[in-house]
């Protein structure tokens, strides 16, 4: 995609259901996000809270806990369900090729005026 697109569904019914949609994918990120966590901080941490020395098999867990935190992270950072700088879930979006990212049509005609300004 060369250019702007902008996505903008003007059926109320149609857009209550987009906005469900959106709020049950990051509730679901939000969850993994939190169980991976868990699970590094378990290995990480002693029952105390104190930061305790790991075996190389430990390291390599929390290792692989910690690129799969990452890959929930950055997928829910690229996707249309919340703007990048808003973060509204509730919007029409715009997705700016340059920067690879989805915005609300407010934020993106905000950056699109800062942008001819500069």
Not at 6 to 13: A, E, G, L, N, R
Not at 30 to 50: H, N, Q, T
Request: hydrophobic share 30%; proline share 2%.
């Amino acid at each position: 995609m060369k250019r702007t697109k902008t996505i903008v569904i003007k059926d109320p019914k149609l857009r209550k259901i987009r906005d469900s949609l959106r709020k049950i994918l990051i509730l679901e990120c939000v969850a993994r996000e939190e169980e991976i966590s868990a699970r590094r901080r378990k290995i990480r941490f002693d029952k105390e809270g104190k930061i305790r020395s790991l075996t190389i098999k430990e390291e390599e867990e929390v290792l692989k806990l910690s690129l799969e935190l990452r890959k929930y992270m950055f997928s829910m950072r690229e996707s249309i369900c919340s703007c990048q700088l808003c973060h509204s879930t509730d919007k029409d979006m715009s997705y700016d090729p340059k920067e690879k990212r989805w915005y609300c049509v407010d934020c993106s005609k905000e950056l699109e005026n800062f942008s001819q300004i500069n």
